[in-house]
């Protein structure tokens, strides 16, 4: 990029002030949030975009990336880009950035805290209590992280995070993934089936995408069993939706905490109907602190794009420097 010159920046829905702020004084943004016409308004911008901010909301596909022959840098809001087509971006010379490593400890202290609220039962607790039925009786006795071993389904940077906080639980930690993880000392299950057969609590911390979709499936719920409990902190395809609600409905499985869906923001009614599961609206990374830290890391990978430098950092599909168009 010529140093005097500010680049065409598609910006896909708002973000935190860092992001909007950060990227208004570096580019010429377009901001898809204020078209009244999204599809006119990508007609008239995409010939000129070089770079596009996203944060999950807005797929950016194929289709919509071949459509701005003049793209450069996907810059994720945000460690999961499966709403990227980063395997196309690499084969076009496109470069995809992500927001690794800074939400790591948010997302594994959410984690545990809907692990415990799961077991807990402790927003239902609260709402007794306000409900004022506390007075009438106590609350019933719940179950316990106390006689559980648990298997983490991923232990990449978060899942590793997880498993630390995990081991001041003194409990029994294994895990699963295609490859063993390096220098962790955990058991690896190369099979899913036969680690949750083994386990009690099973915590996906695994890439959405198509080669985890539905990993989660019938057989491993029922390997799970009627003692076992589901905590999804990953992307909502993991899970195979409709026969999770079967399990829980039929207690194949005791419990559920979930932070992700398959429709966001759309929530099986299924599942708000049932008392054995916590439900959080996808806010596993979602404080102030780290929100901030994860949009200063999307300017700074776009900053050192438009300054001709190496993006900070690039995701494993798209090596840089980038293969030519
Ligand atoms: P990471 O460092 O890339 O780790 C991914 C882990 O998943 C690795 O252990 C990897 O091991 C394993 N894995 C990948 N594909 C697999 C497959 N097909 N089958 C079995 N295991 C597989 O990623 P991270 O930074 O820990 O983040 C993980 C994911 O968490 C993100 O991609 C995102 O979707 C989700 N997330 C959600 C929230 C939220 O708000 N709820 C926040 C942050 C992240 P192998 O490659 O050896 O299989
Ligand atoms: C964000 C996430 O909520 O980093 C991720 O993969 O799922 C979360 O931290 C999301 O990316 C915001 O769009």
New binding site residues.
């Given amino acids: 990029m010529i140093a005097t010159e500010r680049p065409d920046l598609l910006l896909t829905g708002k973000m935190v002030p860092v992001v909007e702020e950060g990227v208004d004084k570096l580019f010429t943004v377009h901001r898809l949030a204020n078209a009244k016409d999204r599809n006119a308004f990508l007609a008239e911008v995409s010939p000129r975009i070089r770079a596009i901010a996203t944060g999950g909301q807005f797929p950016v596909t194929a289709a919509i990336m071949e459509k701005m022959p003049k793209l450069e840098i996907v810059a994720n809001f ?5 709403s990227v087509d980063a395997k196309w971006a690499g084969a076009h010379g496109i470069v995809v950035t992500n927001t ?2 800074v ?2 400890d948010e ?1 594994a202290d ?1 984690t545990i805290a809907l692990l415990l609220n799961t077991l807990r039962e402790l927003p239902q607790a609260e709402k007794y209590l306000r409900a004022g039925k506390w007075r009438e009786k106590p609350y019933p006795l719940t179950n316990t992280l106390r006689d559980r071993t648990i298997g983490i ?8 995070v997880i498993a630390k906080r995990l081991e001041g639980f003194d409990r029994p930690i294994v ?7 390096a220098g962790v000392p955990y058991k690896h299950y190369p099979d ?1 089936v036969a680690m949750a057969k083994d386990v009690d609590v099973l915590i996906a ?4 995408g198509p ?2 979709k539905n ?1 989660i499936n019938a057989d491993v719920l029922k390997a799970l069993g009627p003692n076992g409990v589901l905590i999804n ?3 909502g395809s993991v899970v195979d939706e409709p026969a999770l609600i079967e399990a829980l409905k039929n207690k194949t499985i005791l419990a559920a905490g979930l ?2 869906f398959a429709e966001e923001p759309k929530v099986p009614q299924a599942l708000i109907d049932m008392e054995n599961v916590v439900l959080l609206p ?5 404080t102030h602190w780290t929100r901030r830290a994860m949009g200063q890391l999307v300017v700074d990978n776009l900053a050192a794009w438009a300054a001709g430098k190496d993006p900070i950092t690039p995701v494993v599909e798209t090596p840089w420097p980038p293969k030519k168009k």
């Fill in positions: 945000g460690v999961g880009y499966d690794p490593d939400l790591n997302v959410t389904v991923g232990m990449g940077r978060i899942g590793k895990y699963h993934s295609r490859k063993p993880a899913l911390i695994v890439p959405g080669a985890t990993m902190v990953a992307r932070d992700v996808h806010v596993a990374s979602a």
